[in-house]
Structure formats: structure tokens, C-alpha cells
Antibody, heavy 119, light 108 residues
Framework: QITLKESGPTLVKPTQTLTLTCTFSGFSSTTDGVGVGWIRQPPGKALEWLGISYWNGDMRYNPSLNSRLTLTKDTSKNQVVLTLTNMEYVDTATYYC???????????WGQGTLVTVSS | EIVLTQSPGTLSLSPGERATLSCRASQSVSHNFLAWYQQKPGQAPRLLIYGASSRATGTPDRFSGSGSGTDFTLTISRLEPEDFAVYYCHQYGGSPLTFGGGTQVEIK
């Protein structure tokens, strides 16, 4: 059974760096084709893909984030960590950790964690 | 970047009626890697359809996907009470991965 869970702060101040951890189970992040990614959703708005860490070490990011995003993978801990710098009010959103298999979309999602940017 | 435009923004229907949701891409979606998700309030999205027309595990057969290239459709043959939700299309064939703006299916 594949599960993913997000953890981290619920409140950050403008200009601060957000660090969220995705801890997963039920699969190996080194299995061919597997990707663990992040998607966010501002309150009442649509989904936005942020980035993904692939089984082979490849990382892909949404260019809209202007190089603010870094993903790191810890295979031994079954974790993928999101780091988003220079947080702004518009970054307030529910952040989801997601899994995709080879040639497939995101089938498994974490429960999501709401991060609010406020001074 | 492939922009996905969903229409209509809101669909007001009664249980038992047929729902037709549209997703139009700004350029052809590679391999027809187009998925549909259902999202209910306070929940993570749930995958319904992938590869434009394949049902994900557990998706009822009243949900069907069709289309290719730039025009895709999600059809719900007969709306059940639990189908009233927001639906998103998503292309995963090219980077950056993108989502549509969503269609809300509400009870008339």
C-alpha cells in the first residue's frame, strides 16, 4: 500500500524559507520510472505542479518558481524534501506530496498540508 | 508550456443527468498523456482517468474519457450524488506538467 505524508511548518513569514518533508512508504524511489513530486493549491484555486524527483536522480522544476525551489531525496529515509526560498503571501497554499509511476500521472497523493504565509 | 483550458467553469445539473466536461490544450499533448481528477472539499484530488481514456483502479464505469491531440472530454453518463465535485484535467506528457483551471459540477 502506497502512502505519502507531508510534514513541516504551517506558518511562515514573508522572505523566509519553507522546508517540507514528504515521507513515503509502500514503494522504492529507485524503482524505474518512479517519481515523487510536489503540487500545491492556493485556497479556492487550481492545482499547480512544483517539481519532481525521479528514480534516477533527475530533478525537474516548474520554471514559474524562478529557481526558488530545490528538491532533495534521501533514499535511506524514504523522504523527499521541498525547500522553497523567499516565501511570499501568494505562496499560501495546501502543499501535496505525490507519486507517479512510469508513463502514469500522479495516482497517489498525501493528505496535504496547509502552509500560510503571514507576518 | 502547455496551457489547459477547461470549460465550462461551472456545470449545474441534477442527479441522473449526463455531464460533459471539456479540456482544451494549447498544443498537442504528447502520447495523449491526459488525466482527469476529481476533488471534493477538504480532500486531495483522486485520479479518475489517465491516458485520455483509461479508467484508474476503482473508477466507476459511468466515468469515461475521450479525445486526442488538443481536445479532451470527460463524460459522466448519469450523475450520482457523490459525483458533485470539482474536476481537473492534467497533462503529464511534457514539462512543465500542467493542470487546467477546473470545472465545478454542482447540484442544480
Amino acid at each position: 500500500q502506497i502512502t505519502l505524508k507531508e510534514s513541516g511548518p504551517t506558518l511562515v513569514k514573508p522572505t523566509q524559507t519553507l522546508t517540507l518533508t514528504c515521507t513515503f512508504s509502500g514503494f522504492s524511489s529507485t524503482t524505474d520510472g518512479v517519481g515523487v513530486g510536489w503540487i500545491r493549491q492556493p485556497p479556492g484555486k487550481a492545482l499547480e505542479w512544483l517539481g519532481i524527483s525521479y528514480w534516477n536522480g533527475d530533478m525537474r522544476y516548474n520554471p514559474s518558481l524562478n529557481s526558488r525551489l530545490t528538491l532533495t531525496k534521501d533514499t535511506s529515509k524514504n523522504q523527499v524534501v521541498l525547500t522553497l526560498t523567499n516565501m511570499e503571501y501568494v505562496d499560501t497554499a495546501t502543499y501535496y506530496c505525490v507519486h507517479r509511476g512510469l508513463g502514469l500521472p500522479f495516482q497517489y497523493w498525501g493528505q496535504g498540508t496547509l502552509v500560510t504565509v503571514s507576518s | 508550456e502547455i496551457v489547459l483550458t477547461q470549460s465550462p467553469g461551472t456545470l449545474s445539473l441534477s442527479p441522473g443527468e449526463r455531464a460533459t466536461l471539456s479540456c482544451r490544450a494549447s498544443q498537442s499533448v504528447s502520447h495523449n498523456f491526459l488525466a482527469w481528477y476529481q476533488q471534493k472539499p477538504g480532500q486531495a484530488p483522486r485520479l479518475l482517468i489517465y491516458g485520455a481514456s483509461s479508467r484508474a483502479t476503482g473508477t466507476p464505469d459511468r466515468f469515461s474519457g475521450s479525445g486526442s491531440g488538443t481536445d479532451f472530454t470527460l463524460t459522466i453518463s448519469r450523475l450520482e450524488p457523490e459525483d458533485f465535485a470539482v474536476y481537473y484535467c492534467h497533462q503529464y506528457g511534457g514539462s512543465p506538467l500542467t493542470f487546467g483551471g477546473g470545472t465545478q459540477v454542482e447540484i442544480k
